[in-house]
């Protein structure tokens, strides 16, 4: 059994089968264009800012379909950053003044702001690098022509283990199928992690080398409430965290009962 600790970003006790989720790895071209070459990629600078919006577009609209107003709310905020002019015109300008590749001028641009947001004090406000990193991913990834897969098609339910989920990866989440997630990134006030409170799916961040530890279908235990990820349990512990899961279960329903009661308190 290997144990590992990190950050509860989301309550609750899961025990299923891992699914070890491995980022595509990008290939950000390099070299000085010509002038004519420089031109087509800002063309397909352009193409890929249309189909990104498009598809924040349709992860916002079924957010608000299913009743998900926070879901929608966050999407409609990366829209509104893939659609400021200076944030676009500053990726355009990088192809034409240094005649670089659309996605190598995205991923320059990206880091930028990366690190300004990466450098503030305020602990919410560093966490929307994270926004701005899914953002980016998603242009370049549309340049580059590779699938913006979403992990909500898994076929069975499981625990999803990965590096770092974006905002829209877990805004795709099938709810019923996806236990729980633990990412080696991240934190409590990642949009990651207040979308999975929302939707009651246990969480832990911040666990470090559990990819690389993790096998496909293995036993993994997620206790969001005290951050703790186990894998490959023994079957004591394992009896143990069923007998958890349900207590903690039986407590959420009786809370259920007390919300619709007006907030009071003596003061």
Same mark, same amino acid.
Not at 123 to 143: F, G, P, Q, T, W
Not at 222 to 248: C, F, H
């Given at each position: 059994?290997? /144990? ?14 891992? $699914?070890?989720?491995?980022?595509a790895?990008?290939v950000?071209?390099?070299? #000085? ?18 189909? +990104? ?34 944030? /676009?015109?500053? %990726?355009a300008d ?10 190598t ?20 406000? @560093? ?5 701005? +990193?899914? %953002? ?23 625990v ?5 989920? /974006?905002?829209?990866? #877990?805004?795709?989440?099938?709810? !019923? @199928? %996806?236990l729980?997630?633990? #990412? ?6 990642? $949009? +990651?992690?207040?979308?999975?409170? #929302?939707?009651? %799916? ?6 470090? =080398?559990?990819?690389?530890?993790a096998?496909?279908? !293995? ?5 969001? =409430?005290?951050?703790?990820v ?11 965290? +069923? @007998?958890? @899961?349900?207590?903690?279960?039986t407590?959420?329903?009786?809370l ?12």
């Amino acid at each position: 059994m290997l /144990t590992f600790n990190g950050i509860p970003a989301a309550p609750g006790i899961a025990i299923g089968k891992a $699914h070890v989720r491995h980022n595509a790895t990008l290939v950000y071209r390099e070299g #000085t264009l010509d002038e004519a070459e420089t031109q087509n990629q800002l063309r397909i600078l352009q193409d890929a800012l249309r189909i +990104s919006a498009h598809q924040l577009g349709e992860i916002a609209d079924a957010a608000a379909k299913a009743g998900d107003a926070a879901d929608a709310e966050i999407m409609q905020a990366h829209l509104a950053i893939l659609e400021d002019e200076a944030f /676009t015109d500053e %990726i355009a300008d990088e192809i034409v003044q240094m005649h670089m590749f659309a996605e190598t001028a995205v991923r320059k641009v990206c880091q930028k702001y990366e690190a300004v947001f990466a450098g503030m004090d305020d602990a919410y406000m @560093r966490e929307r690098a994270a926004d701005v +990193s899914d %953002i980016c991913l998603r242009i370049a990834k549309n340049i580059l022509g590779v699938p913006v897969h979403a992990i909500g098609d898994v076929r069975e339910a499981c625990v999803v283990i990965a590096h770092d989920l /974006t905002p829209s990866d #877990t805004m795709q989440f099938d709810k !019923e @199928r %996806i236990l729980a997630f633990c #990412t080696e990134q991240g934190g409590r006030t990642s $949009h +990651s992690a207040i979308i999975a409170k #929302t939707h009651e %799916i246990p969480a832990v961040m911040g666990l470090k =080398n559990i990819v690389a530890q993790a096998g496909e279908g !293995e036993t993994v235990i997620v206790d969001g =409430n005290e951050g703790v990820v186990l894998l490959n349990p023994d079957a004591q512990t394992l009896d143990r965290y +069923s @007998r958890l @899961r349900s207590e903690y279960a039986t407590r959420r329903e009786a809370l259920k009962d007390l919300r619709h009661l007006p907030a009071e308190t003596k003061d």
